[in-house]
């Protein structure tokens, strides 16, 4: 596989694939749930801190096993062939396709914002799905640089709109933004750590194209940079938005930064920061795409999914149009909330798995070939906190549970037949191969890891 992405673009595709519908939405579902802005800029804040903990372990993990996948290849190969196929399923429904369905209807609740309408069919989200769908089957060069631009221009207009609310805001606004109810609901605020995990999910992109990296040695410092970045930024957002007006006018609204937009300067801020937000929530439709359907092309290599969907080409083309025509069948039949617990459930759990595998394979080599700053006590904490808030999200709403349980219940019948039909045609999976020993595989480019039996 050629060695395409530097360690900018690594870490370009993950602030792309963070800054999304989540960044702009969550924070008025949290202040409908916890009263007030104090908690949910809390919630933010503690939400970096996760998310930057599972970006150190995860760049461990990949340092060690550079494999393109995410967590389909790591648990795969640190855990079992059946691990990481139940990973994989996860992704390829609530991973990918639900923050695609999520982002798309984001796109037009936003739009409609920008134009001062009622909420209509989510058109504009699902156009923007299909285009950036046949652009990144059409060339994986183009999607990379275009990318690398949009990212750029895309830090650049938040700072601004940053700058425009702290200018246009009141001197109150900061104390408004940290405002404290009277009564703390900590099962409201687990909960709210769910949804703004989501928003921080995209941490581990750099991990689903770690194998196309020219360095993958410095995967840790691509995911650790871009985490913190975006961490800085959400806050700061978050502040300006939350501060901009009453409480009562941004709880549950979808369209939050609108709202406060609208608040701070009218309607041409409004309208501003709604192309702000359609432009980012197009960048993350994007890099969503790119990432997606690589886990399910090594999936079909290794005989886990229907041959078709392997990646003969530069792009995974099928698996492409599958990642797309699962989100646009959940945006047409889902509601934004709905979405987001579910694919916040799912996901803690997955990445919480990943962790765990991380500090298996620690316990069983030593340090220098798993190096993690903060062992043990980092991973244990990045897996008490995701499982934590996952629970308390199944404790509030039930449901979740029985949707994530009927996205899962499918996998283990495929994962049998795929398996069968595998071996009966061509013998072992790859999948089911030991974890290799990177030392042995040359002194020069601890990087080149080269699995035995792969091929594209």
Same mark, same amino acid.
């Given at each position: ?10 870490? *370009?595709?993950?602030? #792309?694939?963070? $800054?999304?519908?989540? &960044? ?5 579902? +949290? /202040? =409908?749930? %916890? @009263? ?46 059946? *691990?990481?196929?139940? #990973?994989?399923? $996860?992704?390829?429904? &609530? ?5 695609? +369905? /999520? =982002?798309? %209807? @984001? ?350």
């Amino acid at each position: 596989m050629t060695r395409r992405l530097g360690a900018w673009s690594a870490g *370009a595709l993950v602030v #792309a694939s963070m $800054v999304g519908s989540g &960044a702009f939405t969550v924070s008025g579902v +949290a /202040l =409908a749930e %916890l @009263g007030e802005p104090g908690p949910v800029l809390l919630a933010w804040a503690v939400g970096g801190a996760i998310a930057t903990a599972g970006a150190l372990c995860y760049g461990a993990l990949g340092q060690r096993l550079p494999l393109s996948g995410g967590e389909y290849a790591l648990l795969s190969r640190a855990v079992s062939p059946l *691990a990481g196929f139940l #990973a994989g399923w $996860v992704s390829l429904i &609530a991973g990918f396709s639900a923050p695609l +369905a /999520l =982002a798309a %209807l @984001g796109l037009q609740a936003y739009f409609d914002a920008a134009l001062g309408r009622a909420a209509g069919r989510p058109w504009l989200g699902a156009l923007a799905i299909g285009v950036c769908a046949l652009a990144h089957a059409a060339s994986t060069r183009f999607g990379v640089g275009a990318q690398n631009a949009a990212v750029a221009l895309k830090l650049a207009g938040i700072a601004a709109f940053i700058a425009v609310g702290v200018a246009a805001g009141e001197g109150g606004s900061l104390s408004q933004a940290l405002r404290w109810p009277a009564r703390f609901d900590a099962g409201a605020f687990a909960l709210s750590i769910v949804w703004v995990s989501f928003a921080y999910s995209g941490w581990n992109a750099a991990s689903y194209v770690a194998s196309e990296l020219r360095e993958p040695a410095r995967l840790s410092r691509s995911l650790v940079g871009a985490t913190a970045l975006v961490t800085l930024a959400y806050l700061a957002l978050n502040a300006v938005i939350l501060g901009a007006a009453p409480p009562a006018a941004l709880a549950g609204r979808a369209e939050i930064g609108a709202v406060a937009a609208e608040a701070l300067g009218g309607a041409p801020l409004r309208q501003a920061l709604s192309a702000l937000v359609g432009f980012a929530l197009l960048t993350s439709i994007s890099s969503l795409l790119m990432a997606g359907p690589r886990v399910y092309a090594q999936m079909a290599d290794d005989g886990l999914l229907p041959r078709f969907l392997r990646s003969r080409a530069a792009a995974p083309r099928a698996a492409i149009a599958l990642q797309a025509l699962l989100a646009l069948g959940l945006s047409a039949a889902s509601d934004f909330a709905e979405l987001l617990g579910y694919a916040g459930f799912l996901l803690s759990l997955s990445s919480a798995a990943t962790v765990l595998a991380l500090m298996r394979l620690r316990a069983r080599e030593d340090a220098r070939r798993v190096p993690l700053p903060g062992w043990p006590w980092l991973p244990a904490a990045f897996v008490a906190a995701t499982s934590a808030s996952a629970l308390a999200l199944v404790w509030r709403e039930p449901f979740v549970l029985a949707l994530g349980a009927a996205t899962l219940a499918p996998a283990l019948p495929v994962y049998y037949l795929m398996t069968r039909t595998r071996a009966r045609g061509r013998g072992r999976l790859r999948t089911a191969q030991p974890v290799p020993d990177r030392d042995a595989l040359g002194r020069a480019d601890e990087g080149r890891l080269r699995v035995r039996g792969r091929s594209r």
